[in-house]
């Protein structure tokens, strides 16, 4: 009886076809479009309450040097075997994955600035999404909840698109400094119980989450 390939992991390596970041010229693109992508956001001004900027980023989404080839993997070959990212599953990967004296941390720096909406979203987006750390906005979100924060969707789908994409400028950058000379993608991986190792270091993965929390982004947005 053959084994069912994990979903995640068969939508990533269709994706690494469609966008090939192995090689010098394309890795270095898809590095500088995400570098210029952080470096030229709009920064929040804590004064004021943070509304979101959809625009902003669907305007350079759109500006992705494979967008024809990410898009047209999304219409076609995606829709066979579609992957969903949703919103819950991050919620959930914050309460399982959390750490009690993380939470303690952040309660010490949210209570520390009154509780208020807008320091919980500028440490969620400037603080943790623009530095790439997932894990630690998943831990922010499930101490959100816990505390009964109320944060729009649209706000955490934003703060996880920059985790998300920045993880992935990380990971290339990591690749570039190496001299490329120690890329493995999960495409490349022969033995299927090792490939959820090398799954959360591939940087392939981490564009695609953002690629679709763009989209759910605009979507929402337009809703």
């Not at 920064?43 to 047209?72: M, T």
Request: hydrophobic share 40%; with cysteine; proline share 3%.
């Amino acid at each position: 009886m053959s084994v069912m390939e994990n979903p995640q992991i068969k939508a990533v390596k269709h994706f690494e076809n469609a966008i090939d970041t192995t090689k010098l010229g394309s890795h270095k693109m898809i590095y500088d479009w995400v570098s210029a992508l952080v470096l030229e956001s709009p920064k929040l001004d804590s004064d004021i309450l943070y509304q979101g900027n959809p625009v902003y980023i669907n305007d350079r989404v759109r500006a992705f040097p494979y967008i024809d080839e990410a898009d047209h993997f999304f219409r076609s070959e995606f829709k066979k075997n579609p992957f969903e990212i949703t919103l819950s599953q991050y919620q959930i990967d914050g309460q399982w994955n959390h750490e009690d004296h993380t939470l303690e941390h952040l309660k010490t720096v949210i209570d520390g600035n009154g509780r208020s909406v807008q320091s919980f979203i500028n440490l969620a987006i400037e603080g943790f999404g623009k530095s790439g750390n997932v894990r630690g906005l998943t831990n922010l979100f499930h101490y959100a909840e816990e505390s009964n924060m109320s944060i729009s969707p649209h706000i955490q789908l934003e703060a996880l698109f920059w985790a998300e994409a920045c993880l992935a400028k990380n990971l290339l950058a990591q690749e570039s400094n190496s001299g490329l000379k120690k890329i493995i993608r999960v495409s490349e991986v022969r033995k299927k119980d090792e490939e959820q190792k090398f799954l959360e270091k591939d940087p392939v993965l981490h564009l695609f989450r953002a690629y679709r929390l763009a989209e759910m982004l605009e979507t929402i947005s337009i809703g």
